[in-house]
């Protein structure tokens, strides 16, 4: 199973919660769905414990229940919407909880619902809000569930049974499509140049920076550096930062000193402290 990127100071959870993930999404879900993933977690209840994560730039549905009845400011179970979070995502978790949830691509909630990604941005609320009554009926069906295997099929078909009238115009919205590719070279460790990418999209930086702002709720530019800050976390916790200038230089960054600066203002440690297990 795929190791969760960006998941902050990864060996004090591994006691603490289990993480799942689906990367198999079927045609047409696959449209607008990156992936399905899940978390169960457990902690004494005399240790608290905060899960951090550096989130990828999109959007989540989610359908979460916790022992204590409130996560992010809700009542749950409930299902909820996760906008882009900007800066690191920090959870103190209940004794124990579930969550069953679904990645939307970069945009992918957009072309689907015309959702405006910037005022969801840093932001958690009802799914009714985004999604309608509808989605309420398919909560309490995955809520009640335990099979997480079923859980998926459950959320699979609702966002099937959604998307199948809307199928033809996501398919063919040029903007989603260029933000879509975009996003894919973004990820790859190799790209740190923003005029680089746009031109391999085939587009200005300009138009680019347009579709993101409708479609991601972010720069592309910011998109980018949140990849490879992404990347340098998980190459210090795979212990491949020994040479921070080297780590530096290979992500784009102009010295140590400007990626000390981006680390620190995301992770709230310098890259030195993180690697020695220091929190904020």
Request: net charge negative; glycine share 14%; no cysteine.
């Given at each position: 199973m795929p190791r969760a990127k960006g998941i902050l100071w990864p060996a004090e959870g591994q006691q603490v919660y289990d993480v799942g993930r689906e990367e198999s999404v079927p045609a047409p879900v696959s449209l607008v769905v990156r992936h399905l993933w899940n978390v169960r977690?457990?902690?004494p209840a005399d240790q608290p414990f905060a899960s951090s994560v550096v989130s990828n730039p999109i959007a989540h549905l989610t359908f979460e229940d916790a022992v204590g009845g409130r996560l992010h400011g809700h009542e749950v179970p409930a299902p909820l919407v996760h906008g882009l979070v900007s800066r690191v995502f920090s959870v103190e978790l209940p004794v124990a909880g579930r969550v069953t949830g679904v990645a939307f691509h970069p945009g992918g909630l957009t072309a689907l619902l015309g959702v405006?990604?910037?005022?969801?941005?840093?932001?958690?609320?009802?799914?009714?809000?985004?999604?309608?009554?509808?989605?309420?009926?398919?909560?309490?069906?995955?809520?009640?569930?335990?099979?997480?295997?079923?859980?998926?099929?459950?959320v699979l078909s609702y966002l099937g049974e959604l998307l199948g009238p809307q199928q033809d115009r996501v398919a063919g919205d040029p903007a989603y499509s260029v933000v879509r590719a975009a996003e894919d070279l973004m990820r790859q460790r190799d790209q740190v140049s923003l005029p680089g990418v746009a031109e391999q999209v085939s587009v200005s930086p300009r138009t680019l920076q347009r579709m993101f702002s409708q479609?991601?709720?972010?720069s592309p530019l910011w998109v980018l550096r949140r990849y490879r800050l992404q990347d340098a976390a998980s190459l210090i916790d795979a212990g491949e930062g020994g040479n921070l200038a080297d780590l530096a230089a290979s992500l784009g960054f102009a010295d140590q000193a400007h990626f000390t600066r981006a680390f620190t203002a995301l992770i709230g440690v310098p890259p030195s402290g993180y690697r020695a297990g220091a929190r904020p």
């Open positions: 977690w457990r902690r405006g990604m910037r005022e969801l941005a840093d932001t958690v609320v009802p799914a009714t809000r985004v999604f309608g009554d509808g989605v309420g009926e398919v909560a309490r069906a995955v809520l009640a569930e335990p099979d997480e295997g079923a859980r998926r099929e459950i479609y991601v709720g972010a």
